[in-house]
């Protein structure tokens, strides 16, 4: 058995040694970093006042390590809830989970016809179950 190389990498405070053997000569490969969900934030428009019907724009994104899929839904105070959909998270890391991972941003809108308040919330239902904070909205509809 030929040792190629030997490689040191930090993770949780521990120092991981790599050794590579048998493979092209300087070939090391790192332990996969498992996906995690850290957490789920949601930010969008607070109030509105103006004419009605009108719609109530919010974005909800995850703070994430690794790379994987993420399902989730929207979750509303009328008890409404959007069908599941899922975001893509890439780490972009070198190496792969030492920096946050880039998941694409979720949208979802709620058409108003009244005044009132409400809230919604971004609800990551997979790889792990994890809720953001409700965001209050209040609407104030004018006369034409």
Same mark, same amino acid.
Do not use: K
């Given at each position: 058995?030929?040792?190629?190389? #030997?490689?040191?990498?930090?993770?949780?405070?521990?120092?991981? /040694? %790599? *050794?590579?053997?048998? @493979?092209? &000569?300087?070939? $090391?490969?790192?332990?996969?970093?498992?996906?995690?969900?850290?957490?789920?934030?949601?930010?969008?428009?607070?109030?509105?006042?103006? #004419?009605?019907?009108?719609?109530?724009?919010?974005?909800?994104? /995850? %703070? *994430?390590?690794?790379? @994987?899929? &993420?399902?989730? $839904?929207?979750?509303?105070?009328?008890?409404?809830?959007?069908?599941?959909?899922?975001?893509?998270?890439?780490?972009?890391?070198?190496?792969?989970?030492?920096?946050?991972?880039?998941?694409?941003?979720?949208?979802?809108?709620?058409?108003?016809?009244?005044?009132?308040?409400?809230?919604?919330?971004?609800?990551?239902?997979?790889?792990?179950?994890?809720?953001?904070?409700?965001?209050?909205?209040?609407?104030?509809?004018?006369?034409?």
């Amino acid at each position: 058995m030929r040792l190629h190389s #030997v490689a040191a990498l930090v993770f949780a405070g521990a120092i991981i /040694i %790599l *050794a590579g053997c048998g @493979g092209p &000569a300087g070939a $090391v490969t790192a332990p996969p970093y498992p996906f995690t969900v850290q957490r789920a934030s949601v930010s969008g428009n607070t109030s509105f006042t103006g #004419v009605c019907p009108t719609t109530v724009n919010f974005t909800g994104t /995850i %703070l *994430a390590w690794g790379s @994987g899929m &993420a399902t989730y $839904v929207w979750e509303r105070s009328d008890g409404q809830q959007s069908e599941p959909q899922a975001l893509t998270c890439v780490d972009s890391g070198t190496p792969p989970g030492t920096v946050v991972t880039t998941c694409q941003a979720a949208y979802y809108t709620v058409r108003v016809t009244s005044s009132g308040s409400a809230w919604v919330r971004f609800h990551v239902t997979a790889p792990i179950d994890l809720r953001s904070v409700e965001m209050n909205y209040t609407t104030i509809c004018t006369p034409r």
